[in-house]
Every structure is written in C-alpha cells, then in structure tokens.
C-alpha cells in the first residue's frame, strides 16, 4: 500500500481517499498528525489521562470505521472532534459518574469574569471541576452547543444545563481566584 506523503502544513483533507481504502499508512499519519489534539478535546471531559487516552483510541477507530459516513460538509477535523466529544460522553454516562443535583435555574445566569488568567493552567482548572459542571461547562462553551442540545444530550432538562453552566463558571472563578493568591503568597 502507497500513500502520498503531504506536507505537515497541508490540510489531513487529503488523507480521506487513503483512508476511505482503509490503508493504514494513511492511518496512522492521521493519528500522528491529530492526537494531540484529540487528546486534548478528550481530556477536557475526562480528568484522567488513561480515560481520556481510551476515549480517543476508540473514536479514532470509529472514525477509521466510519470514515465512508462523512460527506465532506464542514471540516474533517470538525467531524471527528464531534466524535472524540460523543465517545467521552458515552463513557461518562457508562460509568454513571454524572448525578445532576437539581432541575432549578439560578437567577444570575450571567457570571462573567475578567480574570487576569497570565500563569493559570485552563487544563489544571478543568479537572478541579465536577464532572457534571465540565460536561455542560464544554459542551457550551467550547463546542457552541445550545442548552437545547445540550439537554437532548445528557438526558437533562434545559434548566439543569444552565444550572450546571452557571455552577461551572463559579467554581471556576473560585479556582482562578486560589490560584492567584496562592501565587502572591510565595
């Protein structure tokens, strides 16, 4: 089996015909070229690295599988981002690690803070968080999800997505907030 080599700076657009042919040069050019990446999208769901990890070999493997189903409509890399966030959250939902505490909306639902975030490690902050919070929390803000879809998602309510959305962000000005003084302590 051939594959062309492409350029770092060349899109992994061109590695779709290979890998619809299922040639595993073309594989794993595509899993050198984007997990990193993956990994990273992973690991804002699942705090443990080795979860995360097995999260992102199973949706590169339903993305080697099911690579006939993307028709070429928005990015590729789009596409499997979608399909690393839906295999963190099936693993979520097998390991029953998400109990929403309520159904209730909180009246601020606009918590905005303009931290300065120079020294703060977004990853760190994340995994401070519930697993519940981090769902909603990334889903929102980091894939664009409506608390529509969302809720349709995780199997919630409108109103317990804006709850944990509003929780989320309050947890983690908390977080920011610690970090910060424990940084003008030393």
């Not at 590695?15 to 794993?28: E, T, V």
């Not at 639902?109 to 929390?137: C, H, I, K, W």
């Not at 947890?171 to 920011?176: D, F, P």
Request: charged share 30%.
């Amino acid at each position: 089996m051939k594959i062309i080599s492409i350029h770092r700076k060349q899109k992994v657009e061109l590695l779709i015909p290979q890998l619809r042919k299922q040639n595993r040069l073309a594989q794993k050019e595509l899993f050198d070229r984007s997990s990193r990446k993956m990994l990273s999208v992973c690991r804002s769901y699942i705090s443990d690295l080795h979860f995360a990890e097995d999260c992102m070999l199973k949706g590169f493997l339903k993305v080697f599988k099911n690579i006939d189903s993307y028709k070429s409509q928005g990015s590729f890399e789009g596409w499997m981002r979608r399909i690393m966030v839906n295999e963190c959250l099936d693993f979520i939902r097998m390991n029953k690690s998400m109990v929403y505490l309520d159904e209730i909306i909180l009246k601020d639902e606009s918590v905005d803070f303009e931290e300065d975030m120079s020294g703060v490690n977004a990853q760190d902050l994340l995994d401070q968080l519930p697993e519940t919070y981090r769902a909603v929390f990334n889903l929102f803000v980091l894939e664009d999800y409506s608390h529509k879809e969302i809720s349709a998602l995780l199997s919630i309510s409108e109103a317990t997505s804006k709850t944990q959305l509003l929780r989320a962000k309050n947890k983690l000005r908390e977080l920011v907030l610690q970090q910060k003084n424990k940084a003008n302590e030393q």
